[in-house]
């Protein structure tokens, strides 16, 4: 797995960085700024750029942007974004940003270097990694109100099944957040894959597609 | 720079506006016409008392009242053009009254009467007009204080705007991204201590005191000014309040350019307690939020279609209402007929 880093300060940059090489992933190239990002993915390919939202000159939200574009030029490169926000304008941009790996986490939860490095590597495999913050979020949103009738016809159960699924977790790490047994959990999962008529390829990429389908209709 | 003032008058020229002097020369044409009728008339038929010179007097006077008028309106707006108006007004008079003297035959002179009473009702509106501002000097110079408070304190609610801003960068950069680094450094820590759980066990608590911090830093951060509000303004921050409402909400923004960091902040405050009532006591019904200038104002206009009977003395609307006081905007909070609540507030604000 290779990936790239995208981040002004050099502090968290090089920490991040000395963090994934301890663990074994493969940093292929660093930036600092948007610009930085065009180059090194075009130079590098790699299956995951790793990107702060806010980079230079303006610090507003360029690092997004630049992402979004790098995703339009480069089919398939994995996104994650490391933000000190939840944004759920933000989230939704990612979202609707095509295909391949997404993830948005806070960028404390770099501390939590294995579940950290679990997501760089989801993502890069084209799954999602999004901040339970940043799912809690579009949890409220969706609340009450109407939106996708597939969406609609989930149990308040599943939906929060499909929640921690977005966050990227197992199976066994859902039934441990749910108190319930992993069999209980597969059957959940298998009627929102029902629900939301799924094609039956592979679980991964289901899951995925489950995710996504949830999450673009919260961030609508 | 030249071509620039030569091209402005004819662009705001309206096409259709009508020509004065040319209505002026018709107008004079046509009496002249009617004057050499009349004095013909008189040659061939009687010739004695010379009567078409009332005639002749009929004709001048409306054309004498719009050169006078004429002559007012182009004064320059306020006391001047006023007086000049009424001092038209007056001399058109004590002109007529003179020529009607002297077209009857002179006698005794009673145009005297008019023309003096007029005179000094003349007098008296342009001495109050003229000359009483600059009696009361008291009033003109709370009048410039006033004025110059208003701009000063504009200024310091906008230098305070931009510095909370800059202090939200500098948390963000300075104090909240070195937390970040510790919460990393600790991390690596606890993945090293494997062997000592005791230990790495004091490191995640620390850990996890750091993230506490990072997450009151990014509370405290966020009440100061929205991410979304500082990065992208007004409409996309109204947008995503819509996003985050449990009920369905619709932004309809018009506007040409991002105003004062102090007004921005402002109206998101007003967006966001609005439509937090809204979703309060609306029983989930839509709302839908306006923004749009008009006149130097920036008009914010939130309304729902719940069941409405807002309390506008709530503590929530008090504070908001102070908020846009402080600016010199309004606030109003109304029920609309058929059902639901409007918020309205005004600001002004220089773009």
Redesign the interface.
Known sequence: MRVVIVEDQALLREGIVALLREQGVEVVAQAEDAEGLLRIVNGHKPDAAIVDVRLPPTFTDEGLRAAIEARERWPGLGILILSQYVEPVYTAELLASGEGGIGYLLKERVGEVRAFVDAVERVARGGTALDREVVAELMRTRGGRPGDAALDELTPREREVLGLMAEGRTNAAIARALVVTPGAVEKHISSIFGKLDLPSTDDDHRRVLAVLTYLRAAGD | MSTQVEEQPVAEKPPARTDWGAVLALECAISALIVLITVFLWGVTTAGYFWPMWVIFALAVPIVIQLAIRWAIRKPPGHPRALAIVGAVFGCLALIDLAIYALSGGGYFWPLWPIASTGLAFGAYAIVVVALPHLRPRERELEERVSELTRTRMGALDVQAAELRRIE?DL??GA??????L??????A??RLEGQPEVAELVRRA?EE??NA??EL?DL??GIAP??L???GLA?AA??LG??????VTVDAELSQRPLPVVETAAYFVVAESLTNAAKHGG?APAHVDLSEHDGRLIIEVRDEGPGGADASGTGLTGLRHRVEALDGTLTVADVVGGGTLVHAELPCAW
């Open positions: 960068r963000h950069d909240q991204s070195r937390l970040v680094a919460s990393m450094q600790l991390g690596r606890e993945e850990r750091a993230g990072i997450a990014r951060a966020r991410p979304v500082a990065d992208r996309a947008e995503a996003k985050r409402s449990p009920m369905p989930g």
